[in-house]
């Protein structure tokens, strides 16, 4: 009988449940055995305990370069859902070993430069699986074949996704967020330039303007959201063949009001991570927010009222709401020592924005798409909107994990045609796994399409 087809899975997070639920699914018809490797492999007991027969855990130190690479060594296909600085050397050992690697992670440049030596030993590194980037591709690009295949021609194209939260979980909280990823890549989100393209003009928007310039975004059902630029949204062209489109942005979504808020944060100087305070641990974030400020308030003189004054807020307004609320104005101890404003920031939010056990998740993603067919102008809008479960089984593990799952499905079968690095921008694989998600889990985009008016004569 030949032998099941084995399975790594590196790193078993937040995002990994649905994942590991949907490879035991599949396990015992596709002839898998899963091995989750993971640096505390204890809390995986229970769910793998029914499925001993195709998983088992082992603890795994993914820094160690040795370990890692048995581990690659004894398997077919490697699933990798370890911190991305790690994929380099996870995917250097898939080439070496001769194994397919998937990922939900952006290609980096060090994994790119092993496109040609792995197309060469016919290897597939299939990489951002997830949700953005992963069903971001997979749904523009069915979008935009349908569009070309009825005639039509792109001229604008707008992308926009966020996990956020159920409002029925949001309760007192005014910035109506909580973590449902990396709380670091929240703190330092979109400290890279942001750039994009409006009527064939370059735009660009520095880190310190990023969260002052956003978008009003309405999702039916779901009400207001804004959306700000998220990184290079030029990098999107070739891949979704859009070189000649006129205007493409990309963006991350937020509930209105968090941006403004979150922009205080940022003129402040409380989401740098390039400078470490030297502080202790006691230090309060009294102290911390008074010492970025022109001057010292005086004996008696609040502390939220004089950044107010300096930051040209409304001492009333909603801006200074929520930064009152997460307590940067009291006297607390930061509880950590020697950190950059960013670490101090993520470790104050961590116990702010932390999901509760009933607490569910909402991820929210929406195209727009604007094309000329004949005469007219016209304009599609896709819309998707996930809820979780529960803290665990949450709206963004499941669109990570169950995109990433279903394309190594595929890739286990020999189903996938790339070879080299991949991203899942052809049909072989985002018309299945779509049609997957919305059959058998329900997650499926909502379309609308209007018309803009006639071209001027």
């Known amino acids: 009988m030949t032998p099941p087809t084995r399975l790594l899975l590196l790193g078993a997070g937040r995002s990994a449940s649905s994942l590991i ?25 229970p769910v793998l305990a029914a499925h001993s027969q195709y998983a088992r855990a082992v603890p795994c130190d993914a820094q160690n370069v040795a370990q890692l690479r048995q581990l690659v060594a004894e398997a077919d296909v490697v699933i990798s859902m370890l911190p991305a600085f790690l994929h380099p050397v996870v995917a250097q ?17 060090e994994v790119q430069a092993l496109h040609a030596p792995a197309a060469a030993a016919g290897l597939v590194f299939l990489m951002e699986c997830g949700l953005d980037p992963g069903l971001d591709h997979l749904s ?11 005639g039509g021609r792109l001229t604008a194209f707008a992308s926009y996704c966020g ?36 009527d064939n003009h370059l735009r660009v928007i520095p880190y310190q303007q990023l969260f002052a310039r956003t978008e009003e975004i309405h999702v039916p059902g779901h009400g207001a ?21 006129p205007s493409i942005r990309r963006g991350t979504l937020r509930r209105p009001g968090y941006c403004a808020a979150w922009h205080a944060l940022v003129r402040l100087g409380l989401t740098d991570d390039g400078v470490r305070l030297d502080n202790s641990a006691a230090l309060t974030w009294h102290d911390v927010v008074a010492g970025y400020l022109p001057r010292w308030p005086a004996a008696g003189q609040s502390l939220a009222a004089l950044t107010a004054d300096y930051l040209g ?12 609320w997460l307590g940067i104005f009291e006297p607390k101890p930061v509880g950590r020592a020697n950190a950059t404003p960013a670490e101090l920031l993520e470790h104050l939010l961590a116990g702010k924005w932390q999901l509760q056990p009933h607490d569910r998740d909402m991820i929210v993603m929406q195209h727009r798409f604007d094309f000329e067919l004949g005469a007219e102008s016209k304009r599609l809008t896709s819309s998707l909107v996930v809820l979780g479960d529960d803290a665990l089984h949450t709206a963004m593990a499941k669109t990570v994990g169950l995109p990433l799952g279903m394309a190594v499905r595929r890739l286990a079968r020999g ?43």
């Open 163 to 198: 996990g956020l939260l159920d409002p029925a979980s949001e309760g007192d909280n005014p910035w109506r967020y909580k973590f449902t990823w990396n709380p670091r890549n929240v703190v330092l989100a979109g400290q890279s330039t942001a750039k994009y393209l409006q």
């Open 415 to 457: 189903e996938v045609a790339g070879r080299g690095v991949v991203i899942p921008t052809t049909a072989d694989l985002y018309e299945p796994i779509l049609d997957e998600l919305a059959t058998d889990y329900g997650i499926a985009f909502t379309e609308e399409e209007t018309l803009v008016g006639p071209f001027p004569a």
């Open 140 to 150: 523009a690009m069915r979008a935009i074949a349908h569009i070309r295949a009825r």
């Open 93 to 109: 050992a898939c080439l070496d070993f001769g194994r397919h690697l998937a990922t939900a992670s952006y290609v980096s440049p």
């Open 225 to 245: 959201f804004e959306g700000y630029a998220n990184r290079d949204s030029l990098n999107y062209r070739a891949p979704y063949g859009l070189d000649d489109i």
């Open 21 to 45: 639920t949907y490879i035991l699914r599949h396990a015992p018809a596709e002839r898998w055995f899963l091995t989750v490797a993971d640096a505390q492999p204890a809390h995986l007991a």
């Open 313 to 324: 807020l409304d001492p009333h307004g909603p801006e200074l709401e929520r930064l009152v």
